[in-house]
């Protein structure tokens, strides 16, 4: 096979690879974890159709200067007795590739700042979560209704994490990602979060939401979520915070609104028999 030939089979090959990573279903069950996940929050959507934009964008530029330049090395060698041609400084080659990449990134840079601003909006949120991180766990206060939890990584992983423990981590249902009290929040809900932490800086990262908020001590940092399909979703704290920040682990259980409703009720009773046990 010659140069050429073995040249096209391998720009051939590698479709499959961009068919792959532009095929939405795929994207959806993240077979082989290939792509970015697309969330389940409308800002989660608009990072994931982004992010798809600039990845179609790069290919074609990464696919024609790549291809460009093997052109060039193959059918321009020196064993072919090429020679340079002598001239330089072409002004409207330079002009074009100086105002199309501009274009192109102010093209970008219109959907990016759109998604930004969205991300920074909480007006008209329907419920208010305040997110405190410790070392080493989360405490949920639920401004509206009163609830307050603390949320810390569940036995089964703290136990099996332990030196010399003799548990089998690949054993352990979802290993470093389980906790002992779940976040329950409903369904198409916009819900605010607060975040901030009492001890050091932590960060509340749950990729499916499509942010992660820094959990600084004295500051408080909000964002917001519309979590569009019930289910369980987990995450980890973001920020190197001590010895024990890969064991702070998040998970959040979305349900219908009349099932957190009755979540909501189950809690406040709860917490008001201990109360009352207590006195
Ligand atoms: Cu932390």
Known sequence: MTLSKKLIVACISIIPTFVLALEPENVNDNKWGLNLPKGVTPFSQDIYDLHMIVLF??????????????????????????????????????????????????????????????MEDVSGSEMTVKVTGYQWMWQYDYVDSGVSMYSKIAESSNFARQRGSGVDPSSVDNYLLEVDQVVVLPVDTKIRFLTTAADVIHA???????????????????????????????????????????????VIKVVEKDEFNSWVAQKLEDTETRNLAKN
């Open 57 to 118: 964008i790069v290919t074609i530029i990464g696919v024609g200067v790549f291809g460009a330049m093997f052109y060039a090395m193959y059918a321009f060698r020196k064993s072919k007795g090429a020679q340079a041609e002598a001239w330089h400084e072409n002004h409207i080659v330079e002009a074009i590739w100086t105002v199309i990449p501009l274009f192109i990134l102010v093209g970008i840079a219109v959907p990016a700042t759109e998604a930004l601003i969205k």
């Open 204 to 250: 509340w990262w749950v990729p499916a939401l499509g942010w992660k908020r820094d959990a600084i001590p004295g500051f408080i940092n909000e964002s917001w979520a519309k979590i569009k399909k019930t289910g369980i979703y987990r995450g980890q704290c973001a920020e190197l915070c001590g010895k024990d920040h890969g064991f702070m682990p998040i």
